[in-house]
């Protein structure tokens, strides 16, 4: 409590600082900060009131960092105030008391040394873990020993100090196993890959990845499904499918924007912006890793900064800005110096040497990727070494020294050889491939179980469903019948159709006086005559029989019919008219066919009703015409005209079925073809107005003889 009453003052300053930049950082909450403040001035217990301390600090993992520091270390001078009573001294209720608040400091320590390490303070970091761990181990609570080493291994891999970092992280993870803590295992499993990857041992690493990858999607833990993609994007890149790591990295980023994780997002960023960086589309590249320096400046997280100063410097190199490129090249190296990320060192005098190379200044570049390689070897970032001897290859080659040229070459392509080849890559997704078999089989299993514990369910509904089935067979059956029932009207109806047709097409009149003109013959004893009107008759006869039992004929046979018809109509009307068939050239008479006397009922009325009231000089004029694959059937006269020829119909009550007939084929054609029959009926007039006949006009296909 000395420490409340000597810093009361500070402390109220802080409070209201903090108040204040958290009310205009994160309105939101504020409420929830207003209630745990007023609960801490209440009389409590302390152990209750580091637990409030904790849950301010955890408020602020997004900022004010200031906010964070004040609220976990006013908990930890707290808890130290019972931690540093003698242990022995203490009595059995006591001493529980005592463990209690050891591991109360053991996590603010631990919050303490984390936000540190967010401000690249490395050595404050390493600090409190250390006392953290010290506190730990005393008190034997294997949980909070693991945390330690796991937060301890992190700062040593930013540092690249990886063996170290492996060390570490390897300890944690024996303890967590031991704990059978499946979510922290899954932790220390995506630490040790991060060591592996850097060390170039990819199988390794994705080996890792997978195990946590599938203990934080059955955990639903997204934040850290996101930290797998981009690790697991990291290998893909790295083994230069740039496609398959893109998708990890977008992945990441969704998870990340869902989660809100503002980290995991600029990492997402950055990522990405490398992808577009190897795509040389440095536009898009420099506006996601100035997205993820935004990000990272407002956190004031030093560590990765370094790395998109390095990155916006690479497109300014590849773009032949070198002054540019040196700029940023020396913002990166600054901040890892100050880091010691020996790692990020390495990378960055490498790529300043890389740039040198192409301004022509060979002794700058052989300065910077020696120290580069030095650096590389001593942390044995792989990768890094493999850039270095690539370098030095090609400033020896400048230098004419084909021997050292030629030995840096074989190290760099024995290395290369090592993180990338066929069978490396090969393995990597041979691996991923069986993490996704072996999770659709977990979610396969994880149904059956479903379905198993839903069965009883399922039983109930059974019969529903069968009689569900039952009825769906019935409607079934009823549309197949109902639809049966319509083919055979339209059959019957086609038949019915049919009959009529040839009624229609057999028009008693027109054989009554065929016959009669045939009998005069006889009686005039035109042998001649009356032998070749009655073949002629015959014929025709024979044709309008064969024609009307099929759906189409050759078109030759269909001119033949007609010229018949025309023929004994002129004959029986004593010559009152004559008629004209004109074929286009561009029908082939012999390969196309049509269907039977569709326009016969036309030239039937323009005989009967055109014709039959004219006295002399008669015409009918039939044309066929090809346009595109249709066929232009029409047939004009020069008769009464429609209006004259309907009352004089009228007068003698005639009622013709005929074009009825002939409206309902062609309707019942277009359905079953599938193609369009039209039909125009036009009067003719003469220039004072005065109708002088009819034409008739068919559009219909023209069927190809096969």
């Given at each position: 409590?000395?420490?409340?009453?000597?810093?009361?003052?500070?402390?109220?300053?802080?409070?209201?600082?903090?108040?204040?930049?958290?009310?205009?950082?994160s309105g939101q909450s504020l409420p929830k900060v207003d209630s745990l403040r007023s609960e801490l001035n209440k009389p409590i217990h302390d152990t209750?009131?580091?637990?409030?301390?904790?849950?301010?600090?955890?408020?602020?993992?997004?900022?004010?960092?200031?906010?964070?520091?004040?609220?976990?270390?006013?908990?930890?001078?707290?808890?130290?105030?019972?931690?540093?009573?003698?242990?022995?001294?203490?009595?059995?209720?006591?001493?529980?008391?005592?463990?209690?608040?050891?591991?109360?400091?053991?996590?603010?320590?631990?919050?303490?040394?984390?936000?540190?390490?967010?401000?690249?303070?490395?050595?404050?970091?390493?600090?409190?873990?250390?006392?953290?761990?010290?506190?730990?181990?005393?008190?034997?609570?294997?949980?909070?020993?693991?945390?330690?080493?796991?937060?301890?291994?992190?700062?040593?891999?930013?540092?690249?100090?990886?063996?170290?970092?492996?060390?570490?992280?390897?300890?944690?993870?024996?303890?967590?196993?031991?704990?059978?803590?499946?979510?922290?295992?899954?932790?220390?499993?995506?630490?040790?890959?991060?060591?592996?990857?850097?060390?170039?041992?990819?199988?390794?690493?994705?080996?890792?990845?997978?195990?946590?990858?599938?203990?934080?999607?059955?955990?639903?833990?997204?934040?850290?499904?996101?930290?797998?993609?981009?690790?697991?994007?990291?290998?893909?890149?790295?083994?230069?499918?740039?496609?398959?790591?893109?998708?990890?990295?977008?992945?990441?980023?969704?998870?990340?924007?869902?989660?809100?994780?503002?980290?995991?997002?600029?990492?997402?960023?950055?990522?990405?912006?490398?992808?577009?960086?190897?795509?040389?589309?440095?536009?898009?590249?420099?506006?996601?890793?100035?997205?993820?320096?935004?990000?990272?400046?407002?956190?004031?997280?030093?560590?990765?900064?370094?790395?998109?100063?390095?990155?916006?410097?690479?497109?300014?190199?590849?773009?032949?800005?070198?002054?540019?490129?040196?700029?940023?090249?020396?913002?990166?190296?600054?901040?890892?110096?100050?880091?010691?990320?020996?790692?990020?060192?390495?990378?960055?005098?490498?790529?300043?040497?890389?740039?040198?190379?192409?301004?022509?200044?060979?002794?700058?570049?052989?300065?910077?990727?020696?120290?580069?390689?030095?650096?590389?070897?001593?942390?044995?970032?792989?990768?890094?070494?493999?850039?270095?001897?690539?370098?030095?290859?090609?400033?020896?080659?400048?230098?004419?020294?084909?021997?050292?040229?030629?030995?840096?070459?074989?190290?760099?392509?024995?290395?290369?050889?090592?993180?990338?080849?066929?069978?490396?890559?090969?393995?990597?997704?041979?691996?991923?491939?069986?993490?996704?078999?072996?999770?659709?089989?977990?979610?396969?299993?994880?149904?059956?179980?479903?379905?198993?514990?839903?069965?009883?369910?399922?039983?109930?509904?059974?019969r529903l469903m069968f009689a569900f089935v039952i009825f769906f067979i019935l409607a079934i059956l009823i549309i197949y019948l109902f639809f049966r029932?319509?083919?055979?009207?339209?059959?019957?109806?086609?038949?019915?159709?049919?009959?009529?047709?040839?009624?229609?097409?057999?028009?008693?009149?027109?054989?009554?006086?065929?016959?009669?003109?045939?009998?005069?013959?006889?009686?005039?004893?035109?042998?001649?005559?009356?032998?070749?009107?009655?073949?002629?008759?015959?014929?025709?006869?024979?044709?309008?029989?064969?024609?009307?039992?099929?759906?189409?004929?050759?078109?030759?046979?269909?001119?033949?019919?007609?010229?018949?018809?025309?023929?004994?109509?002129?004959?029986?009307?004593?010559?009152?008219?004559?008629?004209?068939?004109?074929?286009?050239?561009?029908?082939?008479?012999?390969?196309?066919?049509?269907?039977?006397?569709?326009?016969?009922?036309?030239?039937?009325?323009?005989?009967?009703?055109?014709?039959?009231?004219?006295?002399?000089?008669?015409?009918?004029?039939?044309?066929?015409?090809?346009?595109?694959?249709?066929?232009?059937?029409?047939?004009?006269?020069?008769?009464?005209?429609?209006?004259?020829?309907?009352?004089?119909?009228?007068?003698?009550?005639?009622?013709?079925?005929?074009?009825?007939?002939?409206?309902?084929?062609?309707?019942?054609?277009?359905?079953?073809?599938?193609?369009?029959?039209?039909?125009?009926?036009?009067?003719?007039?003469?220039?004072?107005?005065?109708?002088?006949?009819?034409?008739?006009?068919?559009?219909?296909?023209?069927?190809?003889?096969?």
């Amino acid at each position: 409590m000395q420490f409340i009453l000597k810093y009361r003052l500070t402390l109220l300053l802080l409070l209201f600082f903090s108040f204040l930049t958290y009310k205009s950082s994160s309105g939101q909450s504020l409420p929830k900060v207003d209630s745990l403040r007023s609960e801490l001035n209440k009389p409590i217990h302390d152990t209750t009131k580091i637990k409030i301390l904790f849950e301010l600090g955890d408020l602020f993992v997004d900022g004010p960092s200031d906010s964070l520091l004040f609220y976990y270390q006013y908990a930890l001078s707290i808890a130290q105030n019972y931690e540093s009573q003698p242990y022995k001294a203490l009595n059995k209720k006591n001493k529980k008391t005592a463990i209690t608040f050891k591991k109360l400091s053991i996590k603010a320590l631990i919050e303490i040394g984390i936000e540190y390490f967010f401000r690249s303070d490395y050595s404050k970091a390493l600090e409190y873990y250390f006392k953290a761990l010290d506190i730990a181990e005393k008190t034997n609570d294997k949980s909070l020993i693991s945390q330690c080493y796991n937060e301890i291994g992190i700062v040593y891999k930013n540092q690249g100090k990886y063996k170290l970092a492996l060390d570490y992280y390897e300890k944690a993870l024996l303890m967590a196993t031991e704990l059978n803590d499946k979510p922290w295992i899954a932790a220390c499993n995506t630490n040790i890959g991060n060591i592996y990857r850097k060390k170039g041992n990819y199988e390794k690493a994705l080996e890792y990845y997978l195990s946590a990858l599938k203990t934080f999607e059955q955990l639903q833990q997204k934040r850290r499904v996101a930290i797998c993609y981009i690790n697991i994007g990291n290998i893909y890149e790295e083994q230069h499918d740039y496609e398959k790591a893109l998708e990890y990295y977008k992945r990441a980023l969704n998870i990340s924007i869902e989660t809100g994780d503002k980290l995991r997002i600029s990492d997402s960023y950055i990522n990405i912006g490398k992808i577009y960086s190897n795509r040389e589309d440095f536009s898009n590249a420099r506006t996601y890793f100035n997205k993820s320096l935004d990000i990272y400046k407002e956190f004031g997280y030093k560590h990765e900064m370094d790395n998109c100063y390095k990155y916006i410097g690479y497109t300014y190199k590849i773009q032949n800005d070198f002054q540019k490129a040196i700029e940023f090249y020396n913002k990166a190296l600054e901040i890892s110096e100050e880091e010691e990320d020996k790692s990020s060192i390495a990378e960055t005098m490498i790529n300043l040497g890389n740039l040198f190379i192409n301004k022509n200044e060979y002794n700058r570049a052989l300065d910077y990727s020696n120290r580069g390689l030095q650096l590389a070897v001593e942390i044995g970032n792989m990768l890094t070494i493999k850039n270095a001897y690539f370098s030095l290859v090609e400033i020896w080659e400048r230098l004419n020294n084909t021997g050292k040229a030629l030995e840096y070459y074989k190290l760099y392509s024995n290395l290369k050889d090592s993180l990338y080849n066929v069978e490396k890559y090969k393995a990597i997704t041979e691996m991923e491939v069986k993490y996704e078999s072996e999770k659709k089989e977990q979610q396969l299993a994880l149904l059956t179980e479903k379905n198993e514990v839903q069965m009883l369910k399922l039983n109930q509904r059974n019969r529903l469903m069968f009689a569900f089935v039952i009825f769906f067979i019935l409607a079934i059956l009823i549309i197949y019948l109902f639809f049966r029932h319509n083919r055979l009207k339209v059959k019957h109806k086609t038949i019915e159709l049919e009959q009529q047709l040839l009624r229609s097409q057999m028009n008693p009149h027109f054989i009554f006086n065929s016959l009669i003109a045939i009998q005069s013959y006889i009686y005039k004893k035109d042998i001649i005559h009356a032998g070749d009107y009655l073949a002629k008759f015959a014929n025709l006869i024979r044709l309008i029989l064969e024609n009307s039992r099929v759906e189409f004929i050759p078109f030759e046979k269909e001119i033949n019919t007609l010229e018949l018809y025309l023929e004994l109509q002129s004959l029986r009307f004593e010559n009152k008219f004559v008629y004209k068939i004109e074929i286009d050239k561009n029908i082939d008479t012999g390969n196309i066919s049509v269907p039977p006397m569709l326009a016969q009922p036309f030239i039937e009325n323009a005989v009967e009703h055109g014709m039959r009231h004219k006295k002399e000089d008669g015409l009918i004029h039939i044309k066929f015409n090809k346009k595109d694959d249709l066929i232009l059937f029409k047939v004009e006269d020069n008769g009464l005209g429609r209006i004259k020829a309907s009352e004089l119909k009228k007068q003698k009550k005639h009622k013709s079925l005929a074009i009825a007939i002939t409206n309902e084929r062609l309707t019942i054609l277009s359905k079953r073809l599938k193609q369009k029959f039209n039909i125009e009926i036009i009067d003719i007039n003469d220039n004072t107005g005065i109708p002088c006949g009819t034409e008739v006009i068919f559009t219909m296909p023209g069927k190809i003889i096969t």
